[in-house]
């Protein structure tokens, strides 16, 4: 299976030709670690939308498995999110009322890849298993950024978009992270596009792309 960026162009962004991905042609392959890289204000998190199906505004085309997701409808985009790509969000996108466990299990229950448990073990890898019963807005950020990668993880994905998803946690929580993420999309032959700000030397056989 692959994702075709096919000459993506930003209505908001008038100059493109300095990147590796405005207005180019990129195909990235299950199994691909692709790292984009890209300053505050430089269209990464709109990138991710783009490629999600949240967002619209820009000229081109992105296929996944032979279709423009520009052009479905609203219940096979959750289709296609529910069975073929998993998101950590910039702005992470938790419930704040509800306990960390309700907010990775709410994403399990919808389609599990994971048997429950797996939520403890992860968490316990992860730092934070003795949050899972607190409610998620009385936790850090660093702890929610950790809640927000397992929950990413619960279900099944061929493609994990990750934007900024270390950016409050220290040296070790990052390397903890990543460790997890590359298992889990082993696991699964999947493609991990992981959107930052600089360079990481955590990613393994990357295509460095310049946004």
């Known amino acids: 299976m692959q994702l075709v960026l096919k000459n993506i162009d930003p209505d908001y962004i008038s100059d493109t030709s ?38 619209t505004d820009y000229k081109g085309s992105i296929v996944h498995d032979g279709k ?6 609203a ?10 790509m998993s998101i ?22 919808l389609n599990p890849f994971h048997p429950p448990e797996m939520i403890y073990e992860m968490a ?9 019963p607190q409610v998620i807005k009385t936790c ?12 990413s993880l ?19 929580n990052r390397t903890k992270a990543m460790e997890l993420l590359l298992e889990e999309c082993e696991k699964r032959k999947a493609a991990m596009i992981f959107a930052d700000l600089k360079e990481l030397d955590m ?3 990357e295509k460095i792309l310049y946004l």
């Open 18 to 55: 300095y990147s590796d991905i405005w207005n180019k042609e990129i195909t990235v392959t299950k199994g691909e670690h692709v790292h984009i890289i890209a300053p505050s204000g430089s269209g990464k998190t709109s990138l991710i939308h783009f490629i999600y199906g949240l967002r």
């Open 88 to 109: 950590i969000f910039q702005d992470l996108r938790l419930f704040d009322d509800h306990t960390a466990l309700e907010n990775i299990e709410v994403k399990r229950k």
């Open 68 to 73: 423009n997701i520009k052009n479905l409808r």
């Open 124 to 132: 316990t890898r992860m730092g934070v298993a003795n949050k899972l």
């Open 140 to 151: 850090s950020y660093g702890e929610q950024q950790r809640i927000a990668i397992i929950r």
């Open 75 to 84: 219940e096979k985009k959750a289709t296609v999110r529910q069975n073929s």
């Open 154 to 172: 619960m279900q099944p994905f061929d493609f994990l978009l990750l934007d900024e998803p270390f950016s409050h946690l220290d040296e070790e």
């Open 203 to 205: 990613l393994k056989n």
